[in-house]
Every structure is written in structure tokens, then in C-alpha cells.
């Protein structure tokens, strides 16, 4: 499977963007999919995940309410959806692919393959 993330970009501070996830190979819409960021000097973090059916969804606590995690399996894309941005939110931002069936993971280290990276910049 391989990922590619687009749709970062430079906003102010209350604004949004959209994140996508395009992945490519034939089992790509059977994994979870999860997006992940790291911001300058910190390590990497996890933020959302979503069920490889979308009926499952998992976010971290600093942003409920103000991200959302969708897909759509017959694009092979997920998306991330981010509202009301803060300053903090500034990093880049990953996608990964989780080939296991179960529970949504918040460790980066159960993810098998991962996009390239988006950089999000959230202007004060």
C-alpha cells in the first residue's frame, strides 16, 4: 500500500483546512487508517483514526470537537478535516495504514506504511 498525503497549507489561527490520504493497491480500502503530526522538536503524535468500514473513529483530547476523520473506500481516500485551528496544531502531518483487524491504534509503531508528510501552519 502506499499513501499520499496533500491539502496542508499556511492558515490563521480559527480557520480549516482538509487533509487527504490517496492510497494506492488493491487492499488498500481493508486497513485503518490513521493520521499522525510532529511538530519542530517534539515527537511524533497520534490524532485520529478511523476504521477501514468508517464506523469507528478515535481522536486524541486536543482535538475533539474540532477535527474529523472521514474516508471514503471507493476514492481510496481519507480525509481529515481540521476546524477552529490553534497554533499548536502547527506540525507536519502523516497518514499510516494499519493492517490489523480489531481495535483503532494510537501507537505509530502498529502502523504499516505511511505517506510522506503534509506541513499544516497555523498562524497566530
Known amino acids: 500500500v502506499q499513501l499520499q498525503a496533500s491539502g496542508g497549507g499556511l492558515v490563521q489561527a480559527g480557520g480549516s483546512l482538509r487533509l487527504s490520504c490517496e492510497a494506492s493497491?488493491?487492499?488498500?480500502?481493508?486497513?485503518?487508517v490513521g493520521w499522525f503530526r510532529q511538530a519542530p522538536r517534539k515527537a511524533r503524535e497520534f490524532v485520529a483514526a478511523?476504521?477501514?468500514?468508517?464506523?469507528?473513529?478515535y481522536y486524541t483530547d486536543s482535538v475533539k470537537g474540532r477535527f474529523t476523520i472521514s474516508r471514503d473506500n471507493a476514492k481510496n481516500t481519507a480525509y481529515l478535516q481540521m476546524n477552529r485551528l490553534k497554533p499548536e496544531d502547527t506540525a507536519v502531518y502523516y497518514c499510516?495504514?494499519?493492517?490489523?483487524?480489531?481495535?483503532?491504534?494510537?501507537?505509530?509503531?502498529?502502523?504499516?506504511?505511511w505517506g510522506q508528510g503534509t506541513q499544516v501552519t497555523v498562524s497566530s
Open positions: 478511523i476504521s477501514w468500514t468508517g464506523t469507528s473513529t
Open positions: 499510516a495504514a494499519d493492517s490489523a483487524i480489531g481495535s483503532l491504534r494510537t501507537r505509530d509503531t502498529f502502523y504499516n506504511y
Open positions: 493497491g488493491h487492499t488498500a480500502s481493508s486497513y485503518s
